[in-house]
C-alpha cells in the first residue's frame, strides 16, 4: 500500500512512520528539505520501502511534481509555533494547497490528526483546527478525522511543559484554568488509532474524539504527576492572571517559546473532553490511563530512547524554509573565535564528551553565564535554555539544543556544528571539530559571528570579555574531563 506521509519530521510524523514500515508499507515522506530527514534511523531494507520527496505546502508549484499513486495520505501538519496573526492563515491555506494536490492522486482516503473541539467559543488554535478539518473534507477523497486532546509521550510538547512546571517549581501560583477538564491521550494510543484506520472504509467521512481512560483537571494533572514523582507540590490558583500575563508566565518557567505558550493558553480556556468513544467500535485497543501514559514516557526517557521531540520543530521562521543552507559557514564579514587544544588520549572519549554537550551536562565551564545568557533570551522573546535536548547521547542533524541547532552532526568524524537560535543582532555557529596535527589529536572550536549592521558589531565586542574567559575554558573541559 501506497501511503503519503506529511509531518514525516514532526513529532507525531516521526513516531508513525516507524509504524507503518513494520507494517509493510510503501510510504512517500513529503518534506520541505530532505536533508533534515532521518535516513540513518532506518536500515537499508526499511530505506527500500521509504520515498522522500521535497515540497512545501504553502508554495502550490511545489506539488506539481509529486507522486499521483496513492492510497491513503496522512495529514499531521500544523503551525503552532507561528504567530497568533499567522498560523491561522498559513493552516488554511496549506490545507487548501494539499486539497489540490491530493485531487490530482489516486488517494481513497485522508486521515487528519487535530483537536478536540467539543465546546462553544473555541480558542484561535481549536477553531483552526476545525477549519483546517473542514477544508480537507472537500477533497475527492473521504476524509477520516481523529480528534484528540493533549497528547503525552516522551518528548511532546504537553508531557514538557507539565514536567517543566512540577520539576522545577515547588509552589505554583496558576491561573484559573487549571480547573478546566481534559482527556489526555497517550502518544502510543495515538499511534495506534492512526493506524488502525487506514483504509477502514467504516471510518470514511467520519470525525472521532480520541482520548484516555481519564478526564482531569489541569490541576489534578500536575499533581498526579508530582506523585509519581514522589514530590511534595503546592498549587494556589488565582484569578486575577490573564490569556497574557498566564502565556508569558508559562513561557518563562517552561520550555515552549512564546508564540506557542500563547496558543496553548488561548487553549486552556476550552474543554477538550471525548463526546463518545465510537472509534472503538472500529480500532478495539487497549487504552491507557493518564498514570500509564506517563510511566510509558519515563520509561524511554530512562531508556535514553526519546524518539521526537516538539522541541526540535525550528523556531525562526526566518530559516525554516532554507534550513541547512546555513551548513556552509560564512567566513567573509566574520568574527572568529577559534581554540585549539592537542591531547594524547582518547579520541572517542572527547568526542564523547563533544556530543553530550549541553542539556542536564552543561557546557564544561561557566554554566551559570550560560544560564544568564538564556534568561536574557527569554525576557527578549527567544528560545532560552530550556529547552534542553532530546537525547543526553545522541544528537542528529535538526536536533534542539538548548538556544543551539545542530546543524551537522558526523560523531564518525568527529564533527559538530551549531547554529545559534537565540536572538541575536546577526548570525552565530559554534563548532567543533576532531584533527589530526603533528601525529597528535587536537580539538578545533571555533565560533563565528555575522553581524548585522553597527549594532551587530557593537554587540560582539561587548561580550568578548565573556567569550575570553568561556571559549578557552569550554575546550578545555571538554577535552579533559571524564566522559559520562
Known amino acids: 500500500m501506497k ?116 465546546d462553544l467559543n473555541l480558542s484561535e488554535h481549536l477553531s483552526s483546527r476545525q477549519n483546517v478539518e473542514g477544508i480537507l473534507s472537500t477533497a475527492k477523497a473521504p476524509l477520516t478525522a481523529l480528534r484528540a486532546a ?18 522545577k517549581l515547588p509552589v505554583m501560583i496558576a491561573p484559573k484554568w487549571l480547573r478546566t477538564r481534559c482527556q489526555p491521550i497517550g502518544i502510543r494510543n495515538v499511534i495506534e488509532y492512526l493506524r488502525g484506520v487506514l483504509l477502514k472504509q467504516e471510518t470514511y467521512h467520519q470525525v472521532f474524539d480520541i482520548g484516555g481512560r481519564d478526564v482531569l483537571s489541569y490541576h489534578q494533572m500536575l499533581m498526579t504527576y508530582a506523585k509519581i514523582r514522589k514530590l511534595k507540590r503546592l498549587i494556589i490558583p488565582v484569578p486575577v492572571l490573564s490569556p497574557r500575563l498566564s502565556s508569558h508566565w508559562l513561557y518563562f518557567v517552561t520550555s515552549t517559546s512564546l508564540s506557542l505558550a500563547r496558543t496553548l493558553v488561548s487553549s486552556l480556556k476550552n474543554e477538550v473532553v471525548c463526546k463518545d468513544n465510537r472509534i472503538q467500535a472500529f480500532v478495539p ?15 524511554r526517557i530512562q531508556q535514553r530512547n526519546v524518539v521526537s521531540s516538539w522541541k526540535d520543530a525550528v523556531n525562526d521562521q526566518s530559516i525554516d524554509k532554507n534550513f541547512l543552507n546555513y551548513v556552509e559557514v560564512p567566513t567573509f564579514g566574520c568574527f572568529l573565535d577559534k581554540q585549539i587544544i592537542s591531547f594524547d588520549h582518547s579520541k572517542e572519549d572527547v568526542i564523547s564528551n563533544i556530543w553530550t554537550i549541553g542539556g542536564n551536562k552543561g557546557w564544561y565551564f561557566g554554566n551559570w553565564m550560560w544560564r544568564i545568557r538564556g534568561l536574557m533570551d527569554k525576557m527578549v522573546g527567544g528560545v532560552g535554555l530550556r529547552r534542553g535536548r532530546r537525547s543526553e547521547t545522541e544528537l542528529k542533524p535538526g536536533d534542539a539544543l538548548d538556544f543551539w541547532r545542530v546543524l551537522v552532526a558526523d560523531k564518525e568524524k568527529g564533527r559538530l556544528l551549531l547554529y545559534a537560535e537565540m536572538k541575536l543582532p546577526g548570525e552565530a555557529w559554534l563548532e567543533f571539530k576532531i584533527k589530526e596535527s603533528n601525529g597528535k589529536s587536537e580539538l578545533v572550536q571555533t565560533a563565528t559571528f555575522r553581524p548585522l549592521g553597527l549594532w551587530g558589531r557593537l554587540y560582539w565586542y561587548s561580550v568578548l570579555p565573556f567569550h575570553g574567559l568561556i571559549f578557552p575554558q569550554m575546550a578545555k573541559g571538554i577535552v579533559h574531563s571524564e566522559p559520562s
Open 150 to 167: 493533549i497528547i503525552i509521550g516522551s518528548g511532546s510538547a504537553s508531557f514538557e511543559i507539565i514536567r517543566d512546571l512540577v520539576e
Open 285 to 299: 485497543i487497549t487504552v491507557l490511563s493518564y498514570e500509564e501514559a506517563l510511566s510509558a514516557a519515563f520509561e
Open 3 to 118: 501511503v503519503l506521509l506529511t509531518g514525516s519530521t514532526g513529532y507525531i510524523g516521526r513516531r508513525l512512520l516507524p509504524a507503518l514500515i513494520e507494517e509493510g508499507h510503501q510510504v512517500i515522506c513529503l518534506v520541505r528539505d530532505k536533508r533534515r530527514f532521518d535516513f540513518d534511523d532506518f536500515s537499508a531494507d526499511h530505506l527500500k520501502n521509504i520515498l522522500v520527496v521535497e515540497g512545501d505546502l504553502s508554495e502550490p508549484s511545489s506539488l506539481q511534481h509529486l507522486p499521483t499513486a496513492l492510497d491513503v495520505a496522512y495529514y499531521l501538519v500544523h503551525s503552532m509555533g507561528h504567530s497568533e496573526k499567522s498560523f491561522k492563515s498559513l493552516e488554511e491555506e496549506q490545507a487548501a494547497n494539499f486539497v489540490g494536490y491530493i485531487n490530482t492522486t489516486s488517494a481513497q482516503q485522508i486521515i487528519y490528526l487535530g483537536g478536540i473541539a467539543n
